[in-house]
């Protein structure tokens, strides 16, 4: 195997790249006649996996090795490979939502094509990227398609999990799971350098700082503003001297991430919000101009609801991040006061986390651990984050 084949940027996960490439091999022995070629290979997948564990890079290898010229080996060089993983692969369709939710009509759409033959000679892939914002009617489309697979198609779907609010029970029983894991630090540190050049110490702090998250090591070496945020995220254990600096630092996080969710959907809103008005016919005069406004109105509605429902989302991934460092943060206090033989995840603020493990019992830095875990509890049970965060705080201050 090359070391740049189609599976090479799925850092750390050995397991799921083995059985993906068992089954491309045994793929590529059914173009070539074998009816029974063994190598679990089957029509339907879904790869699951923690936030940047990178399910949908796993997908899209997967489809390049199933495109693969060379017997289905994935070897990155060949036009299928190279096609499938840039995204112009003919029998390669990527169904991706930058909103909250995939329609029916757009599934309906997808279906009919995964019906087809493919137009070259091996497989037509369907890869569904946000399986877990299908709505039910979608998914009932999508199961349909599932239950009666032409000869030649694969759907490859990624969700978080296959809990049942990911993914229907139905479909998850009919597909075959890829559970890909969280990267350790020390894999991750190696593929930063090996694949964007980055200086040893630079990569490893980053993949430990990340927590496995490779998209997120990389912003956090590649966007100041990211670091900052982590570096606020982190000053707030020793801000914490009253009950009034607990309720400032809650407000103070819950008004970052907001904006740090706004600033990442502004773009995108605008957009939506334009192409909308376009197609309504808006800025147009005369009589018909006027009464398609009337009905437009409606549907502006429905797209800024679509959108406030984005940007709150937006924000819980934000305020997830932000507990994710935290918990790090808490977790090295309590390695620090075991002296565990383990490596830290945020190895340059070793005085700090060393300064608190004096001062607090390890019961007490369990207890402000828990607090940062019930606090995202909380925010995934709907809890206003401004009321998950001050009662974690207030935990977080006295221990
Ligand atoms: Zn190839």
Request: with cysteine; charged share 25%; net charge neutral.
């Amino acid at each position: 195997m090359s070391p740049q084949d189609v599976f090479s940027d799925l850092v750390g996960q050995d397991e799921p790249v083995r059985i993906l490439r068992r089954a491309a091999a045994a793929a590529a022995r059914v173009m070539a006649g074998d009816p029974d070629p063994g190598g679990g290979m089957t029509h339907a997948w879904i790869f699951t996996g923690p936030p940047g564990a990178r399910r949908t890079v796993a997908a899209r290898a997967f489809a390049a090795a199933l495109q693969c010229e060379r017997d289905g080996t994935g070897c990155g060089e060949c036009h299928g490979c190279h096609t499938a993983l840039v995204g112009t692969h003919a029998d390669v369709h990527v169904v991706a939502t930058e909103g909250l939710s995939i329609g029916v009509k757009e599934t309906r759409m997808l279906v009919l094509r995964a019906a087809s033959a493919p137009s070259g000679s091996r497989w037509q892939v369907v890869i569904v990227e946000d399986a877990d914002r299908l709505g039910e009617r979608a998914s009932n489309a999508l199961l349909k398609a599932i239950e009666e697979p032409s000869p030649r198609t694969v759907f490859l779907l990624c969700t978080p999990s296959v809990h049942p609010d990911d993914i229907m029970v139905t479909i998850r029983s009919r597909c075959r799971l890829v559970s890909l894991i969280q990267p350790s630090a020390a894999a991750l540190g190696e593929f930063l350098v090996r694949r964007h050049g980055m200086a040893p110490e630079q990569a490893s702090w980053a993949a430990a700082a990340a927590q496995g998250d490779v998209e997120r090591a990389q912003r956090l070496t590649a966007d100041p503003e990211s670091r900052s945020r982590r570096d606020e995220v982190l000053g707030v254990p020793r801000r914490l001297t009253n009950i009034g600096a607990c309720f400032e630092a809650a407000t103070k996080l819950e008004a970052a991430t907001k904006q740090e969710a706004a600033a990442a959907v502004a773009e995108l809103d605008q957009a939506e919000r334009a192409a909308l008005e376009r197609a309504l016919g808006a800025g147009g005069t005369g009589k018909g101009a006027t009464s398609a406004m009337r009905g437009a109105a409606g549907q502006l509605k429905e797209l800024e609801r679509s959108q406030k429902a984005r940007a709150t989302r937006a924000q819980r991934d934000a305020i997830d991040r932000a507990l994710q460092d935290l918990v790090g943060f808490y977790r090295d206090v309590l390695v620090t006061t075991m002296r565990a033989p383990v490596a830290m995840v945020h190895g340059d603020l070793a005085a700090v986390t060393s300064a608190a493990a004096e001062k607090w019992a390890p019961e007490s830095t369990l207890r402000r651990l828990e607090a940062v875990l019930a606090c995202r509890d909380s925010i995934d049970r709907n809890v206003k984050p401004q009321v998950a965060l001050e009662a974690m705080m207030v935990t977080l201050w006295r221990g």
